[in-house]
């Protein structure tokens, strides 16, 4: 089947798309992990707080990347079908669509911040709370900049052109990071100083990649922005991909915040402990992550193309590299562990049970990740994403969350429980894409003219 025509993508372009994508994701994580230790060493408190309001923001973040994935999707396919000005007229309408829903949730955000806040974290430390209130009120004032820039990165990445994120990203995590350092230690800001750099770093990443997007000697540009009128037709299929991909994604981090009010419980040490686990859990996973980001800019425009034994051909050739990528990312982080807790300034209780965390996380997360994540990246840039919707969610409240609370409130567990929940959603799940993946239904949609 691979041997019988010219490949779409071949091995240069795959690493060419590849490698920015799996750097960019590694350096942001990498400068996560900096900005926390950095956070960490104001107090036990200050961590929590940003770690509680991030639980937050990362909700939105995720829905905004996936609405901006589906839309990438369709630029990819009708790259993929020599369509070069149906992707054009697609990306408009992706940038309009991001710019009015990510000013809209900004605004109501500043307006329910502190309703907000109480409802979702209400039993935590007065200090915590305080720490929360400054750091959402700056954070939320970045939403509409992050839609702008995922939108203006997923229509690059759709026309193989991962190189300019990238480089737009790791400027942006050198001025965060910057920021940090002079806000906080220099002014002494505390957790303002941290939210105000990362507002400025946003604000320079959507800056730049609107500026980008006008370049006229690329596939996919756009210019003119005061002149983009809604065009219903497009947007609607806009929507269809990324409305359940951004549904399956909120409600992933609806099921977070579910696990880390149980979380809030178990006293600071276990806020704390969690909060950084979750940073290190995400750091020994970006890598595969990007593959899967990848990926479905490979899928749709072997999917636009009509080439769908190539698109199966691809899937199963990335989910091998992901597999390294998870195996290796793993036992680098884990052997930082120790390091990061000491440089962070963490408490004896805290580091121990990061530790006990990071360990679980190491042996299981290779065994069932790749299976769960990866297959359904290929499946959604074919439009199958009302299933990957489903799956993921019955999935996360049924194993994950529910299983959580209960190890944690009935049976004692402590944060361990949030991972142990984790690991049962991830096997799950990949069994069920597994299955999805080998009977070939998700070849069956239409997105494209």
């Known amino acids: 089947m691979s041997n019988q025509y010219e490949h779409i993508f071949t091995n240069t372009d795959i690493r060419r798309l590849l490698i920015p994508i799996m750097l960019e994701n590694l350096l942001s994580s990498f400068m996560g992990t900096v900005d926390t230790m950095m956070v960490s060493n104001i107090g036990a408190s200050a961590v929590s707080a940003v770690s509680l309001v991030d639980s937050i923001n990362i909700l939105i973040i995720q829905a905004l990347s996936a609405l901006a994935a589906g839309g990438a999707i369709l630029c990819s396919q009708y790259i993929g079908s020599s369509n070069p000005k149906g992707a054009n007229r697609a990306a408009r309408q992706v940038f309009l669509v991001m710019t009015v829903l990510s000013v809209s949730i900004s605004a109501i955000c500043l307006i329910l911040r502190v309703p907000i806040l109480r409802f979702i974290f209400g039993s935590v430390e007065a200090d915590v709370m305080n720490n929360s209130r400054v750091y959402f009120l700056y954070t939320l004032l970045s939403f509409p900049f992050i839609g702008l820039y995922d939108a203006g990165a997923s229509i690059m990445r759709a026309q193989k052109n991962s190189k300019a994120p990238m480089t737009i990203s790791i400027i942006s995590n050198f001025l965060n990071i910057g920021g940090n350092a002079i806000l906080i230690f220099g002014f002494g800001m505390g957790v303002a100083g941290a939210a105000i750099s990362t507002l400025v770093s946003r604000i320079f990443c959507a800056v ?112 091998k590299l992901a597999e390294l990528a998870i195996i290796t990312s793993c036992l680098i982080v884990f052997a930082l562990c120790r390091p990061i807790t000491i440089l962070g300034g963490m408490e004896a209780d805290s580091a121990r049970m990061c530790f006990e965390m990071t360990l679980f996380i190491t042996i299981t997360k290779p065994i069932s990740w790749v299976l769960s994540f990866i297959p359904a990246y290929g499946m959604r840039a074919a439009g199958d994403v009302k299933f990957s919707m489903i799956t993921s969610c019955a999935s996360m409240w049924l194993c994950r969350v529910s299983f959580t609370i209960f190890l944690c409130r009935v049976c004692g567990f402590g944060p361990i429980a949030v991972w142990i929940g984790m690991f049962t959603d991830w096997s799950v799940r990949g069994i069920i894409f597994s299955i999805r993946f080998h009977s070939r239904k998700w070849l069956n949609h239409h997105i494209i003219d």
């Not at 359940?244 to 276990?270: C, D, H, R, W, Y």
């Not at 595969?288 to 199963?316: N, S």
């Open 208 to 319: 730049v990649v609107t500026i980008r997007l006008r370049d006229t000697s690329q596939p996919i540009y756009i210019n003119k922005y005061y002149s983009i009128r809604p065009d219903w037709d497009l947007i609607k299929r806009v929507l269809y991909i990324g409305v359940p991909s951004g549904v399956e994604n909120s409600m992933f981090q609806f099921g977070k915040l579910a696990i880390q009010s149980t979380v809030s419980t178990l006293g600071t040490a276990a806020i704390a402990a969690n909060a950084v686990t979750n940073i290190l859990e995400n750091l020994n996973g970006v890598a595969a992550q990007g593959v899967g980001i990848g990926l479905m800019t490979i899928v749709g425009q072997c999917i636009g193309a009509g080439r769908k034994d190539e698109a199966v051909y691809y899937i199963k050739k990335l989910s």
